[in-house]
């Protein structure tokens, strides 16, 4: 079965740290991007973070810079997202996709071109 699975979402103060984790299953990310994407209540999903198939080139978005940090560990066929000096606007279910991109494909933040989708796992940021 195809799948993405997150974890590691969970409450935390402002300020804190959390890293999540976005396992895939039944097939390997050597040829996909992976995106991380979030979704607060009553906004739209918006995407935080991605990396390429190699995991030699990634793309934040404004609000994730210098804050969060996206990696991949091809051995565990895992992507994780490092997320630093969280902020209240932090709270959100955050989400993995995936695109595919080939061998040596780039990434990028629109949701509308990945195509599986993790269930989701919850952050929130609150003291």
């Known amino acids: 079965q195809l799948q993405l699975v997150e974890s590691g979402g969970g409450l935390v103060q402002p300020g804190g740290s959390l890293r999540l984790s976005c396992a895939a299953s039944?097939?390997?990310?050597?040829?996909?991007?992976i995106g991380w994407f979030r979704q607060a209540p009553g906004k739209a999903r918006e995407g935080v973070s991605c990396?390429?198939?190699?995991?030699?080139?990634?793309n934040y978005a404004e609000s994730a810079k210098g804050r969060f940090t996206i990696s991949r560990d091809k051995a565990k066929n895992t992507v994780y997202l490092q997320m630093n000096s969280l902020k209240p606007e932090d709270t959100a279910i955050y989400y993995c996709?995936?695109?595919?991109?080939?061998?040596?494909?780039?990434?990028?933040?629109?949701?509308?071109?990945?195509?599986?989708w993790g269930q989701g796992t919850q952050v929130t940021v609150s003291s």
């Open positions: 039944g097939f390997t990310l050597d040829y996909y991007a």
């Open positions: 996709a995936r695109r595919f991109v080939g061998v040596v494909g780039m990434c990028n933040l629109n949701r509308d071109e990945y195509s599986l």
């Open positions: 990396i390429s198939s190699s995991g030699g080139s990634t």
